[in-house]
């Protein structure tokens, strides 16, 4: 931690004084009568940072009444106790420099612009409280993941972007322009670092990946993205129970590390974005997840007496609707579903012995619905290539997936998080575009 947040965190604990030397951003700048008032944000925290600047500063009139909000700058001065309200220290500034001028047109002004405005402005939001925030709460996020993984053994597997089979069999990948003559075969953006992984389990028993992941999905909502990062840990001797108990572990260490370690950031989205977000976390983080397996949550649903918009049956695939009621209105945290209707789950999930439903598992969060996915994974060969033919898929694109069966075959099992979603529940924001730095979505990947 540097900077503002640094001087922040120091005068929690001291009394102020001494020379402080501050670099960053006009958040707001106010020139009174014979004094200027500028709020220096630098990002390092949610904390900002006012100088006082009085008249016989050098350069006053030149430099300082010539500062709008957006410049860059670099404050040095003293460390006073602040008379006004909103803050309890402020800088005395001795030297204000000019470090990176601002043009009139600034687009953030003080004012609150709308989410949907910052998205045109990518460039510039991080700049704001919001983006600031979700950004530090995302690498808080991304560290606590692989502290947690690293604590349990686990070995990092750097999956590849491009491939050449389709994870998910659901036929929604990028193609790659050109890749035939590249590779000699059409290649693709992958959907999951899945398979790959399965390959590393069965090896060094757990590893993980965690890497941007593509879809080429039409789904314009606000839990979907075309590029999203995903998190994808793959455990070999391990079966559906323990990969449930790893998950609930895995979710509650990350959104504890985020309350303890980012906590004026999570009091930011308490106050200004979802009012009661960090106690729903540590709800989350304190208590047990409920478990269903599918055939009692369609029960539950058809008993619910709404008017879904997708009506239920044994069958389908759960609608974002259906989650949603079940993690918000019926369990009111966290929810596994387990064993679904084959039918609606991918080709490598293991087959129970009813040979209509499979070995997976969907946790599912109050407000976003399904965060991750998961399942035991088909380790019988002759099941497996079944399962590749029913699915439509050409058994040739996955030979080496098929051989791992035929050499030291083992029960293993697996999950992904949607990276993003943790984020958007973390933090209640309310779209995925909005916790991403860069969305790409249909119509759009500017930046
Ligand atoms: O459920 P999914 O499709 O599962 C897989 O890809 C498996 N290969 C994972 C595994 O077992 N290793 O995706 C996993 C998670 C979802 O639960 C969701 O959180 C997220 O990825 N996700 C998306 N996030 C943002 N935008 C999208 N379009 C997403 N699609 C899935
Ligand atoms: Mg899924």
């Known amino acids: 931690m540097s900077g503002v947040q640094r001087i922040a965190d120091l005068l929690a604990r001291e009394q102020p004084g001494g020379t402080v030397r ?29 100088a006082v600047a009085p008249p016989e500063l050098p ?14 700058v670099e404050v040095t001065g003293e460390l006073r106790e602040s008379p006004g309200k909103g803050q309890r220290f402020e800088v005395h500034a001795e030297q204000v420099v000019l470090v990176g001028a601002v043009d009139d047109d600034y687009p953030l002004q003080k004012k609150r612009h709308s989410f949907e405005f910052l998205r045109t402005i990518a460039h510039l939001r991080p700049r704001t409280n919001t983006f600031g925030a979700v950004l530090r709460v995302r690498h808080e996020a991304a560290r606590a993941i692989h502290d947690f993984f690293h604590q349990r053994g686990f070995i990092q597997l750097q999956s590849p972007v491009i491939t050449t089979s389709d994870a998910e069999g659901a036929g929604e990948m990028f193609e790659i322009a050109g890749g035939r003559d590249f590779f000699g075969r059409d290649a693709r953006l992958t959907v999951s670092g899945q398979l790959e992984a399965e390959i590393a389990a069965l090896a060094l028993e757990r590893v993980y990946t965690f890497g941007p992941t593509f879809r080429a999905e039409n789904s314009n909502t606000s839990r979907h993205l075309a590029e999203f990062w995903m998190v ?61 397996d599918y055939g009692e949550a369609v029960a539950l649903l058809e008993r619910s007496g709404r008017d879904f918009e997708h009506p239920v049956r044994w069958g389908m695939d759960l609608q974002s609707e259906h989650e949603r009621y079940l993690a918000e209105e019926k369990v009111g945290r966290p929810l596994v579903v387990t064993d679904y209707p084959s039918a609606v789950k991918a080709f490598y999930m293991y087959e129970n012995d009813d040979g209509r439903t499979v070995r997976a598992m969907d946790v599912l969060v109050p407000r976003v619905g399904e965060i991750v996915g998961g399942s035991q994974r ?5 099941v497996l290539r079944r399962r590749i033919a029913e699915a439509g898929l050409p058994e040739e694109d996955y030979w080496w997936y098929l051989d791992l069966r035929r050499y030291g075959s083992v029960p293993h099992a697996g999950f992904g998080l949607g990276f993003e979603r943790l984020v958007q529940f973390a933090t209640g924001m309310a779209n995925i575009r909005d916790v991403i730095p860069f969305p790409r979505v249909p119509g759009y990947a500017e930046f």
């Open 378 to 382: 088909e380790h019988r060969l002759d």
């Open 232 to 292: 994808e840990p793959e455990l070999a001797f391990c079966d559906l129970d323990e990969l449930v108990a790893l998950a609930e572990d895995f979710l509650r260490f990350v959104l504890t590390r985020i309350l303890d370690e980012r906590p004026d950031d999570m009091a930011f989205f308490d106050q200004r974005i979802d009012p009661g977000v960090v106690d729903r976390l540590r709800h989350v983080a304190e208590s047990d997840f409920e478990r269903l």
């Open 22 to 50: 501050v670099r960053g951003w006009l958040r707001t700048v106010r020139h009174g009568k014979s004094v200027s008032f500028l709020e220096i944000s630098d990002g390092s925290g949610f904390a900002t940072l006012q």
């Open 59 to 72: 350069g006053y009139e030149e430099t300082v009444r010539q500062l709008g909000t957006g410049a860059a």
